[in-house]
């Protein structure tokens, strides 16, 4: 026998809608009314965007680094301001919330792999040009006055 069609709740139907609706019931201590698995599963998101977040960031500083260190007659005050931009938003997210202040370095392997590959592209030099290990250290990528030079 085919199991019955579940009938689709709020969640399913408007999730913004959703969204007003559970933070009024936990505001209101209403506990009968929380999607409580909706409600953890939601939650659990917002701790992966910080990090999707952090990830995005530090891969564009660490293109805009390269650039800078492997182009130095193509330095620009747009790239200085990228870099600029995503070190501030970088310290502005881990003041935020300090849990995630060993998470750059963590995946900073990662991130680089990924930004190699990204500035060979916006770049126009080979993948090869660039080191196969991040050339700089976590501390000098979040340092406000750290500019690479020329290697």
């Known amino acids: 026998m085919?199991?019955?069609?579940?009938?689709?709740t709020l969640y399913?139907?408007?999730?913004?809608?959703?969204?007003l609706d559970q933070a009024a019931k936990l505001r209101a201590r209403a506990h009968n009314g929380i999607d409580w698995d909706h409600a953890a599963e939601e939650i659990e998101s917002l701790g992966h965007s910080e990090e999707s977040e952090l990830e995005s960031r530090?891969?564009?500083l660490v293109i805009?680094?390269?650039?800078?260190?492997?182009?130095p007659d193509e330095r620009s005050g747009s790239w200085k301001g990228t870099i600029i931009e995503q070190r501030y938003r970088i310290g502005r997210r881990?003041?935020?919330s300090p849990s995630l202040k060993s998470y750059p370095r963590a995946i900073l392997a990662e991130e680089y792999a990924y930004a190699r590959q990204k500035a060979a592209l916006e770049?126009?030099?080979a993948e090869s040009a660039f080191p196969p290990a991040c050339p700089f250290a976590i501390e000098e990528i979040l340092d406000p006055d750290f500019y690479p030079e020329a290697g």
């Open 12 to 19: 399913d139907t408007d999730f913004h809608a959703w969204t």
């Open 58 to 60: 530090l891969s564009v």
């Open 64 to 71: 805009h680094l390269l650039k800078w260190r492997f182009q």
């Open 123 to 125: 770049t126009g030099l």
């Open 2 to 8: 085919a199991e019955p069609l579940k009938k689709p």
């Open 94 to 96: 881990m003041r935020r």
